[in-house]
């Protein structure tokens, strides 16, 4: 049995190839989502512990791992790193495609959110921003939106939104929707509400940061990007879906 770390784009596109070779499989999310797993994958939701996806791994008979969740996922890069190795099982990384870093003036890279948090108080503290960082981040990030307006983009579904109202962020400054994919549509959006800077992830193609560079870049001003966490060393890369199905085509 296989088990998948989706609820992304990559996610989707494993399963498509885990059904192409009939191979069954397990989809897991952290939250619950509505996936079209089709013939030869189960679907279950909920947070794993090392514990609990080493329990899982041998109750399920997982005897391989296809990692396909956020980049930014860090707990659960962890969380399945070490509960692999604990059963001697691989773990196929499905990568997205990054752009390369730009070297531009208004392009600024970060290691960290401390990284970020010191830059926004260094340079931002009186500039209205915009924040592509998701909803999770809204809480660590209240030092800033506390004290200057500022705009967050999540998801439009409800447990993003109670999410982001418990952390007492106001109602009116979320904008819900997925990350546009029409540059015009970006550009205007920082036009029409004044925006000084923004702020995003380096979360590749599948997060429109290309798209949401140059926006940025015709509107002149800054933007701040987080640099994707490193992950862990025997993780297998595949580069593309073709290349994960000539693999797993051969297991």
């Known amino acids: 049995m296989i088990l998948v770390f989706g609820g992304t784009t990559e ?57 396909a969740s956020h980049p930014f996922a860090e707990v659960l890069h962890q969380t399945i790193a070490i509960a692999a190795v604990q059963h001697q099982i691989p773990v196929y990384r499905l990568q997205r495609e ?21 830059e926004l108080k260094q340079n931002f503290s009186h500039k209205k921003g915009l924040f592509l960082t998701g909803v999770q981040t809204i809480s660590r990030l209240q030092y800033f939106w506390k004290e200057q307006c500022s705009y967050f983009r999540i998801l439009d579904r409800q447990s993003s939104i109670d999410m982001a109202l418990e ?31 923004m702020v995003t992830k380096e979360s590749g193609e599948s997060g429109s940061l290309s798209l949401k560079i140059a926006a940025a870049s015709h509107c002149g001003i ?10 862990p060393a025997h993780f297998i890369l595949m580069e593309s879906k073709e290349a994960l199905e000539n693999t797993i085509r051969k297991v």
Do not use: C, W
Not at 32 to 58: C, H, M, W
Not at 102 to 113: F, G, I, P, R, T
Not at 222 to 231: D, E, G, N, V, Y
């Open 98 to 118: 990054y752009p390369l870093r730009q070297k531009e003036q208004n392009v600024n890279y970060l290691d960290s959110y401390e990284g970020l948090k010191t």
């Open 11 to 67: 996610g989707k596109q494993v399963i498509e190839v885990l059904n192409t070779l009939r191979k069954p499989f397990v989809y897991s999310t952290k939250t619950e989502i509505e996936p079209v797993v089709g013939d030869f994958g189960t679907y279950r939701f909920g947070a794993f512990t090392v514990k609990g996806l080493s329990n899982y791994i041998q109750n399920s008979g997982i005897k391989m791992i296809v990692h």
């Open 222 to 231: 800054p933007i701040l990007i987080i640099k994707k966490p490193i992950l």
């Open 167 to 197: 952390s007492q962020f106001p109602e009116s400054q979320l904008i819900l929707g997925m990350p546009n994919k029409i540059i015009e549509n970006e550009i205007k959006l920082i036009q029409s509400l004044g925006i000084e800077f």
